[in-house]
T-cell receptor, first 113, second 115 residues
Framework: AQSVTQPDIHITVSEGASLELRCNYS??????LFWYVQSPGQGLQLLLK??????LVQGIKGFEAEFKRSQSSFNLRKPSVHWSDAAEYFC???????????FGAGTRLFVKA | DGGITQSPKYLFRKEGQNVTLSCEQN?????MYWYRQDPGQGLRLIYY???????QKGDIAEGYSVSREKKESFPLTVTSAQKNPTAFYLC??????????????FGSGTQLSVL
């Protein structure tokens, strides 16, 4: 069955430090992969997406993600975290012919001064 | 501006009561979705609709009902059969139904609580 796993429930990083959020998926073919961000009490906003081609994807707000087929991973990175990045981050995937997007459980990011 | 509007922002339900959450979009999207969000569980699909007058159950449809009489509107009713309705409910839309390569657009959510 298709699934997506975010191993870290929450992560705390210092402002200015680098960030990596992990995401692993389970699917027999190449999926469509997404990262969304959610501020408290709000809806989700797309950060970036991967469909095919270059495995390093650039998104909004200085985020990037790398698709690694051999590891079934799509980790999100940012070189320098700002306090405004504190939020919950969701990895998600879709697939050809599918009708729904499958979400991971989310990783809550805390940023300390 | 185009977008998805959910109302109300906060909703309280009494025991045995049905309540309806509103979702309206002016993006001209065919597909609409309802997700339930509980802490630590991510988003779980309740119902989805790929076209007007058609909808399908998602992963956790029991205790919920929907209608899709207009392209712009996809209201969700939480019935008295839903014994644990307290959650954050998110409505989303996508341009086409079978296009999971397309991103989802989300509303700002409704927090439902039981009195």
């Amino acid at each position: 069955a298709q699934s997506v796993t975010q191993p870290d429930i929450h992560i705390t990083v210092s402002e200015g430090a680098s960030l990596e959020l992990r995401c692993n998926y389970s699917y027999g073919a190449t999926p469509y992969l997404f990262w969304y961000v959610q501020s408290p009490g709000q809806g989700l906003q797309l950060l970036l997406k991967y469909f095919s081609g270059d495995t390093l994807v650039q998104g909004i707000k200085g985020f990037e993600a790398e698709f690694k087929r051999s590891q079934s991973s799509f980790n999100l990175r940012k070189p320098s975290v700002h306090w405004s990045d504190a939020a919950e981050y969701f990895c998600a995937f879709g697939y050809t012919g599918g009708f729904k997007t499958i979400f991971g459980a989310g990783t809550r990011l805390f940023v300390k001064a | 501006d185009g977008g998805i509007t959910q109302s109300p922002k906060y909703l309280f339900r009494k025991e045995g009561q049905n309540v309806t959450l509103s979702c309206e979009q002016n993006l001209n999207h065919d597909a609409m979705y309802w997700y339930r969000q509980d802490p630590g569980q991510g988003l779980r699909l309740i119902y989805y609709s790929q076209i007007v007058n058609d909808f399908q159950k998602g992963d956790i449809a029991e205790g919920y009902s929907v209608s899709r009489e207009k392209k712009e509107s996809f209201p969700l009713t939480v019935t008295s059969a839903q014994k644990n309705p307290t959650a954050f409910y998110l409505c989303a839309s996508r341009l086409t139904g079978l296009g999971t390569n397309e991103k989802l657009f989300f509303g700002s959510g409704t927090q439902l609580s039981v009195l």
